[in-house]
């Protein structure tokens, strides 16, 4: 006598506790990359950028749209709708209990009860469980059951009774807890019954084909298609080969925007289109004056690819066709840039690298290599330039803050043409301009030469002099680094000289020059002195470019406020 055991509310049970395994992991995940609340930023003051900040409004909403809508945000969804749906079911339930056979309680009578007992009890349960007695509502059933219920109560309290009137399959029940014996019972353990229902065994085999077979391969095989074609770094595998084949050690930074222009990512999400033929040949002829040839000019993808990121570094007006390539390609260029920049460092160019760095700037403020600073204030054109120009003084140091020292009055008076409103933007963009501390000092432990294969503990602490409260917290990077050197150098490092030599006025990449002796070959030879200090304004922040390259000033580029310089 063998018997399958089905427990619905223990297999309801089981699942919701496989639920809650994956709904916590998904709604942390879900969760920790959603943007509650937008962060400050003071550019939602300017006059000028109230377009920027709109479309930006518009774009964070989309975005918050598709992150529910994407695989996180629809699995937290129904990850928790399904363990709702489960609470609600057990909680129906509750006066259920999980099923275990035993023949004692089936029948209500005490475990060791005579024979004479037990038949005695199969009558009365029998009359009161019968189908024949049972087939009405269970208001108007004796049993007090719906006729299903009924039944199968009838069928627990027909096997109790063959159970304990065998003397045989008795005596293996109370020895072994089973009526077969020790072999002799075949138990399903939270599974409900439909899932070994005959009826049901075809459509649970093509769905474990389908499952099997076709879903979970075809899954990982579109992973490993897309995941295969991208570096760590986020950069595709063909845009590094690109980059590696075209960079050198000495590579200038005119070259950067044709190198950057041959990302694949480019040429596949912004192709040369018949349609923006005409606009782009007229943004051409008035950019080519100024063009680099690199080795990628005969590709048009790639043409055009650079000729937009000229005229967004040139200032020139970009036609309403080219518009939408030209953010995609400001949105994607800095994480690009960010690949051929640990290209750079990989093979050591330290000329390539600074050179890289200091291109990235120019991306994100939009002005050319040799641009007056005084571009990134708004509303400021050339015009604008030669006014405040005579005003500023003749002494070496930052233009930007020398009309920042000018003061709101003087800068009235030079400025005349502008209105009220733009120099509120004006002011406010000079009153939120960085100025950074910057020091740093390089040391081997417990040494006072530094030479070839040292471990060189470099401590770069910063604090800006823009900030509101007295007390500045001030931010230690500490990077240790080997030192590498060249077998025919034999002059020592001496880093004070390159902190001198950057002090020039080059406004455009000081700050970034600073911080030459992290990317530098140290030579070996003589002791490199302690440490150096250089004070710099930072005209390359990500934070002034948010105000002076908005849609509303000057010209009707693209901005790249979300970029990082």
Same mark, same amino acid.
């Given at each position: 006598?063998?018997?399958?055991?089905?427990?619905?509310?223990?297999?309801?049970?089981?699942? &919701?506790?496989?639920?809650?395994?994956?709904?916590?992991?998904?709604?942390?995940?879900?969760?920790?990359?959603?943007?509650?609340?937008?962060?400050?930023?003071?550019?939602?003051?300017?006059?000028?950028?109230?377009?920027?900040?709109?479309?930006?409004?518009?774009?964070?909403?989309?975005?918050?749209?598709?992150?529910?809508?994407?695989?996180?945000? &629809?699995?937290?969804?129904?990850?928790?709708?399904?363990?709702?749906?489960?609470?609600?079911?057990?909680?129906? &339930?509750?006066?259920?209990?999980?099923?275990?056979?035993?023949?004692?309680?089936?029948?209500?009578?005490?475990?060791?009860?005579?024979?004479?007992?037990?038949?005695?009890?199969?009558?009365?349960?029998?009359?009161?469980?019968?189908?024949?007695?049972?087939?009405?509502?269970?208001?108007?059933?004796?049993?007090?059951?719906?006729?299903?219920?009924?039944?199968?109560?009838?069928?627990?309290?027909?096997?109790?009774?063959?159970?304990?009137?065998?003397?045989?399959?008795?005596?293996?029940?109370?020895?072994?807890?089973?009526?077969?014996?020790?072999?002799?019972?075949?138990?399903?353990?939270?599974?409900?019954?439909?899932?070994?229902?005959?009826?049901?065994?075809?459509?649970?085999?093509?769905? @474990?084909?389908?499952?099997?077979?076709?879903?979970?391969?075809?899954?990982?095989?579109?992973?490993?298609?897309?995941?295969?074609?991208?570096?760590?770094?986020?950069?595709?595998? $063909?845009?590094? @080969?690109?980059?590696?084949?075209?960079?050198?050690?000495?590579?200038?930074?005119? @070259?950067?925007?044709?190198?950057?222009?041959?990302?694949?990512?480019?040429?596949?999400?912004?192709?040369?289109?018949?349609?923006?033929?005409?606009?782009?040949?007229?943004?051409?002829?008035?950019?080519?004056?100024?063009?680099?040839?690199?080795?990628?000019?005969?590709?048009?993808?790639? &043409?055009?690819?650079?000729?937009?990121?000229?005229?967004?570094?040139?200032?020139?007006?970009?036609?309403?066709?080219?518009?939408?390539?030209?953010?995609?390609?400001?949105?994607?260029?800095?994480?690009?840039?960010?690949?051929?920049? $640990?290209?750079?460092?990989?093979?050591?160019?330290?000329?390539?690298?600074?050179?890289?760095?200091?291109?990235?700037?120019?991306?994100?403020?939009?002005?050319?290599?040799?641009?007056?600073?005084?571009?990134?204030?708004?509303?400021?054109?050339?015009?604008?330039?030669?006014?405040?120009?005579?005003?500023?003084?003749?002494?070496?140091?930052?233009?930007?803050?020398?009309?920042?020292?000018?003061?709101?009055?003087?800068?009235?008076?030079?400025?005349?043409?502008?209105?009220?409103?733009?120099?509120?933007?004006?002011?406010?963009?000079?009153?939120?301009?960085?100025?950074?501390?910057?020091?740093?000092?390089?040391?081997?432990?417990?040494?006072?030469?530094?030479?070839?294969?040292?471990?060189? $503990?470099?401590?770069?602490?910063?604090?800006?002099?823009?900030?509101?409260?007295?007390?500045?917290?001030?931010?230690?990077?500490?990077?240790?680094?080997?030192?590498?050197?060249?077998?025919?150098?034999?002059?020592?490092?001496?880093?004070?000289?390159?902190?001198?030599?950057?002090?020039?006025?080059?406004?455009?990449?000081?700050?970034?020059?600073?911080?030459?002796?992290?990317?530098?070959?140290?030579?070996?030879?003589?002791?490199?002195?302690?440490?150096?200090?250089?004070?710099?304004?930072?005209?390359?922040?990500?934070?002034?470019?948010?105000?002076?390259?908005?849609?509303?000033?000057?010209?009707?580029?693209?901005?790249?406020?979300?970029?990082?310089?």
């Amino acid at each position: 006598m063998a018997f399958e055991v089905f427990d619905d509310v223990a297999f309801y049970w089981f699942l &919701m506790s496989c639920t809650v395994a994956f709904v916590i992991p998904i709604s942390y995940s879900f969760l920790s990359t959603w943007k509650w609340t937008r962060p400050e930023d003071w550019t939602r003051k300017l006059g000028s950028c109230k377009t920027k900040m709109q479309r930006n409004d518009k774009e964070a909403r989309a975005a918050q749209l598709a992150a529910l809508l994407g695989w996180r945000g &629809m699995s937290f969804v129904f990850g928790w709708l399904l363990l709702f749906v489960l609470l609600i079911k057990l909680s129906s &339930m509750q006066g259920e209990e999980m099923f275990s056979f035993n023949p004692y309680t089936i029948l209500d009578v005490e475990e060791g009860a005579e024979t004479k007992e037990i038949k005695k009890a199969f009558r009365r349960l029998s009359l009161l469980y019968h189908p024949d007695k049972n087939l009405g509502s269970a208001e108007d059933n004796p049993s007090g059951m719906n006729p299903p219920a009924a039944s199968d109560m009838f069928i627990k309290v027909t096997k109790a009774h063959d159970v304990l009137t065998d003397e045989a399959t008795r005596e293996n029940y109370e020895k072994y807890g089973n009526p077969d014996g020790y072999h002799g019972t075949s138990v399903t353990i939270c599974l409900p019954s439909w899932l070994t229902n005959k009826d049901n065994e075809l459509a649970i085999l093509v769905a @474990y084909f389908v499952v099997m077979i076709v879903v979970i391969p075809v899954v990982v095989g579109l992973w490993w298609r897309k995941s295969s074609k991208f570096l760590e770094d986020g950069v595709m595998q $063909n845009t590094a @080969y690109r980059f590696y084949r075209q960079v050198q050690e000495n590579t200038a930074a005119k @070259y950067m925007p044709g190198i950057l222009s041959s990302a694949v990512e480019f040429c596949e999400g912004a192709p040369c289109k018949n349609s923006q033929a005409s606009d782009l040949s007229k943004l051409h002829k008035r950019l080519e004056d100024n063009f680099v040839k690199n080795q990628g000019d005969v590709n048009n993808d790639i &043409m055009k690819v650079k000729t937009l990121i000229y005229a967004h570094l040139l200032q020139e007006p970009i036609p309403a066709s080219l518009k939408a390539d030209a953010e995609d390609i400001l949105q994607h260029g800095h994480r690009l840039l960010n690949g051929l920049l $640990n290209i750079c460092m990989e093979q050591r160019f330290v000329t390539a690298t600074i050179n890289c760095i200091e291109f990235s700037q120019h991306l994100t403020q939009g002005l050319w290599f040799h641009s007056n600073p005084l571009l990134q204030l708004p509303h400021f054109d050339q015009r604008e330039v030669k006014l405040i120009s005579h005003k500023l003084s003749k002494t070496p140091g930052s233009l930007v803050e020398k009309a920042k020292e000018l003061g709101p009055e003087k800068r009235r008076e030079a400025l005349h043409g502008l209105s009220e409103e733009q120099h509120v933007d004006i002011d406010l963009f000079l009153d939120h301009f960085p100025d950074i501390e910057l020091s740093y000092d390089a040391r081997v432990e417990d040494e006072e030469d530094v030479r070839e294969g040292d471990v060189l $503990n470099l401590t770069v602490p910063s604090c800006a002099s823009t900030c509101q409260t007295t007390a500045c917290p001030t931010r230690t990077t500490r990077t240790t680094t080997t030192t590498r050197t060249r077998p025919s150098s034999t002059r020592s490092w001496r880093p004070t000289t390159r902190a001198r030599r950057s002090t020039r006025p080059r406004e455009r990449s000081s700050w970034t020059r600073g911080a030459t002796p992290t990317l530098s070959a140290p030579r070996s030879g003589a002791s490199a002195p302690r440490s150096a200090t250089r004070r710099a304004a930072s005209s390359a922040s990500p934070r002034s470019r948010s105000a002076s390259r908005c849609p509303s000033t000057r010209r009707a580029s693209p901005s790249s406020g979300t970029s990082s310089g």
